[in-house]
């Protein structure tokens, strides 16, 4: 998935103002502008829209992470330099404090029905014989039962 794109369903789910965006971002160590900010919410098609990195988005979700759940003892968590859904999905679940049955009731939401096997294979490390790969289909829906949720 394009980060541009989930860092604009993040916000909208989380209903982040552009200063609030910004905020995250810094408490992540990523100083992203307002300006920056702009170019990176423009339609791809756009001639000043701007690539959000993999580096920079890992910024933003560990700041979600301290601003949801407050800061850790200790040094922070660096960004990471290249994303996968499995880390995404699982800096979102961490951000929001959901455990394996609040994960499978926000994917059930936008109607995708998993085990906690299945669920648990999302989290475990990359050279765990039981690791999976989270797909794009599996984060989108995540995210949908997430903005669905917070409607209500």
Do not use: W
Not at 48 to 66: H, P, Q, T, V
Not at 75 to 95: C, D, G, S
Request: glycine share 4%; proline share 1%.
């Amino acid at each position: 998935m394009i980060n541009n794109d989930l860092l604009r369903r993040v916000s909208t789910i989380f209903d982040f103002s552009s200063e609030q965006t910004l905020a995250v971002f810094k408490l992540g160590q990523s100083l992203i502008t307002a300006d920056q900010l702009v170019d990176i919410y423009r339609e791809k098609n756009d001639t000043r829209y701007k690539s959000l990195s993999d580096n920079e988005f890992a910024s933003f979700l560990n700041g979600l992470i301290i601003e949801q759940r407050g800061p850790k003892d200790g040094p922070q968590h660096q960004a990471e330099q290249v994303l996968t859904n499995n880390i995404i999905f699982n800096k979102l679940k961490i951000a929001l404090a959901l455990k394996a049955d609040d994960v499978i009731a926000i994917l059930e939401l936008a109607e995708l029905s998993l085990g906690k096997y299945e669920l648990s294979a999302f989290f475990r490390k990359v050279n765990h014989k039981h690791y999976k790969e989270c797909s794009d289909i599996v984060l989108s829906a995540f995210l949908k039962g997430l903005k669905i949720k917070s409607a209500h």
